[in-house]
Each structure stands twice: as C-alpha cells, then as structure tokens.
C-alpha cells in the first residue's frame, strides 16, 4: 500500500541516501500532507498524476510559494524513482509534473563598505557586552560566514579537528554530505583560537571531536540558537535588511565575484553542485554595475 511505501521511502532518505535532517522533515511534512488529500490508502500501482496534480492545485490555492510547490514536486517525482526501484510500479506519474519557475530574485547582501560595521563588534565585546560568550560565539560565526562561506548549519556541526589551523584550512560536510576543504582567513583563525581559549577557561572541552560551537561537555549549540546569534548581531550594527547568516555567505561570494574571482572558484567555495546555482551572483554583480552606471554617467 502507498502509506507502508512512503514509511519506507522517508527511512530511506534517512538511513541509506544521508538526506539532510531538514530535507527529510520536509519530505515527511510533503508526503503525509499528499497522503491525508488522497483520505483513503490505496496501492501503489493506482497512483495517478492527476491525483498528484490536484494535490497541487490545492496547494496553489493556498497561495504557497512557488519554492514550497516546487519542493513538493520533487519530492514526489524522488517518491516515483524510489517506487519503480522497490516495487512494481513501471512508470512514474510524476515526471509528468512541471515545476513551476521562480521569479528572477537579487540576492540580499551588504555592500563592501557596509560589512566592515559588524567587524567593528570587537570594540563593543570589550565594552559595551562586556566578555560573555553570546558576543564572542556570534563575532567567531560571522568570521566563517564571511570568511569562508560557510552555511550556519556547517558552523553547527564544525569539531575541531575539522580545523588546520597551521594549513589554514577547514573541512566542512555540506548539502548531501558532500566534503568540501575551504581556506580560513587569518583573523577567522584568531577569533577561532580566541573562543577556544574562552571555552577553556570556562572548563568546556575542546578535544578534536568536541564540537566548536558546544553549550556544555557533548552538546553544540542548535542552528537556531546560531542563526539568532547573528541576527542580533547585524541589528546591533544598524543593518536594516535581511538579519540572516545567509545573507553573509551571499555577501561573501558577491564581494569575491567584485573582486575579481571567477564563477568556478566561487562555486566551488560554496560547494554548489550545480554551477546555475551559482550564476545568480553574476547577475548580483551586473545590477550592481549597472546601478553605478546609472549614478556616475551623465546620461544615466
């Protein structure tokens, strides 16, 4: 039946194919809302395209982002594969499916001259914070971030023998567990050895597994807890945009991109597995020119 199908589909994302935690939630919140619409469990040889697609004309309906409508579908075009490969279904329903396009979107990120401001909150941890963890943690996360490209969720798994500092180097597990090894800027090695050296007066662990960013002996702090982190951070400088980690790895592939990197560098920083990914900084740094334009040239 199609429900024992997708139990065992979502276990295998988890066990076999190494999903990240946030990919499988989403799969189990995508699949059981398909399930609940279809109200009675049938087999799988029943499952239609129309059934899927009225599925989606409801979420539609709901005025769901097109990313939410183009997540589900492929989900449900991954389920269809899963289903050919482990029973006998012989074709899949959804490849059918048209993943609807997303609107050209710029980015968010900080100008060059904008991004030194959080870099000055090493003059507000001696004063106005005073030295407490919560502002020497988030200081450390904006050096990998902007330094180095990381996803918060990297920063959040990050151990310490994940780090060279002699090299330079850290090596970090991105989207599908794919490893990537990205150079370390000198002052995120400082602000590094620097939280280190707090952790350890503070009698916290830091043991090559110990994870960098640990709230006690084992535990390391949750996304969540980091991506607030940095949040307050770039409010507490006055930046009125997006107040996200994101915006920061954004920021540090635009400025390489202005400074003269090429795309492939860049992407491979990044770890995109797919260079469109990460095309959209050109088009980051092509407005940028082309508002400059507008400003410097008399005929703007």
Not at 8 to 27: C, D, G, I, M, N
Not at 130 to 146: I, K, P, S
Not at 153 to 158: D, H, I, N, R, V
Not at 199 to 218: D, G, H, L, M, Y
Request: overall charge positive; charged content about 30%; some cysteine.
């Amino acid at each position: 039946m199609l429900s024992l199908e997708i139990d065992r589909y979502l276990e295998s994302l988890e066990t076999q194919r190494k999903f990240s935690p946030h990919t499988v939630r989403a799969y189990t919140r995508i699949l059981h809302n398909f399930k609940d619409f279809l109200a009675n469990d049938i087999a799988v040889e029943e499952l239609k395209v129309d059934m899927m697609r009225d599925w989606l004309f409801n979420i539609r309906e709901d005025k769901k982002a097109i990313a939410t409508q183009s997540q589900a579908i492929a989900c449900l075009k991954s389920f269809g594969k899963y289903l050919i490969r482990s029973t006998d279904l012989k074709h899949n329903p959804a490849t059918a499916l048209k993943t609807p396009k997303k609107p050209k979107r710029l980015v968010s990120f900080l100008s060059q001259k904008e991004i030194s401001e959080p870099f000055k909150i090493e003059d507000l941890f001696k004063t106005e914070f005073g030295e407490n963890e919560d502002t020497l943690r988030a200081r450390t996360v904006l050096e990998l971030l902007y330094g180095a490209g990381l996803r918060i969720s990297e920063c959040a798994s990050l151990t310490w023998e994940n780090l060279n500092f002699a090299e330079e180097l850290v090596r970090v597990w991105g989207k599908g567990s794919k490893e990537r090894i990205v150079p370390l800027t000198k002052e995120s090695i400082r602000w590094l050895r620097k939280y280190r050296d707090f952790q350890s007066r503070n009698a916290i662990p830091c043991s090559p597994r110990n994870f960098v960013f640990s709230k006690n002996n084992e535990k390391p702090y949750n996304v969540r807890k980091l991506y607030s982190d940095i949040h307050n951070l770039l409010r507490s400088v006055g930046w009125e945009g997006k107040a996200s980690p994101h915006v920061l790895r954004h920021t540090f592939a635009t400025h390489l991109l202005e400074n003269g990197a090429n795309i492939v560098t860049v992407q491979k920083l990044l770890g995109h597995s797919n260079p469109n990914t990460t095309q959209i900084y050109t088009h980051v740094s092509a407005e940028k020119l082309k508002e400059s334009l507008k400003q410097a040239h008399p005929r703007g």
